[in-house]
């Protein structure tokens, strides 16, 4: 089993937003964005192997200025292939063999949405990696450390010819 030592935050009253994951190149129809009391994120000073610093810019954000639930999607994606490319599991390494990942399940609890302009911190990390599948947490916080969002997902690596998983490299 997993150590979870910090569950992710939940917002009363706070709304589920569903977001087309067209963002990303190989994932589920639907991804769900909001309270998920069932997440918990596992974190030790131990697992953060990769920290990126985001600006939230113009279009990242909705009429009211705060980033849009496919630009935090869009964070997520780019950290975590960040993490895999230097562990040597990133789409590069994958497509030289005609493979890549696909998201199978992501799960993400937003505390507060961040502003146009403000810098945000995504910390990424493996938690899980067996024959089929592997699973990454994530926390996304802002300048001064507050926590802003958690997600857990979990991928597959698929054979992109055959169009179907294989058992991870």
């Not at 802002?142 to 802003?148: F, T, V």
């Amino acid at each position: 089993g997993h150590d979870h030592s910090t569950t992710t935050p939940t917002v009363p009253g706070a709304r589920v937003v569903d977001v087309e994951a067209s963002s990303f190149a190989f994932a589920p129809r639907r991804i769900t964005i909001g309270v998920a009391e069932d997440v918990t994120i596992s974190l030790r000073s131990t697992d953060v192997l990769h920290r990126q610093a985001f600006r939230v810019h113009s279009f990242d954000v909705d009429g009211r200025g705060r980033l849009l639930p496919q630009a935090l999607l869009g964070f997520l994606q780019e950290a975590a292939g960040r993490n895999a490319e230097a562990r040597g599991v990133g789409m590069s390494h994958l497509r030289e063999r005609g493979l890549a990942w696909m998201l199978l399940r992501l799960v993400v609890s937003v505390a507060a949405w961040p502003a146009e302009q403000e810098e945000v911190t995504v910390a990424t990390w493996p938690t899980h990696f067996g024959r089929a599948s592997a699973e990454r947490d994530f926390r996304v916080d802002d300048a001064g450390g507050r926590l802003l969002a958690a997600a857990s997902s979990r991928w597959a690596v698929v054979d992109l010819a055959a169009r179907r998983a294989v058992r991870l490299p």
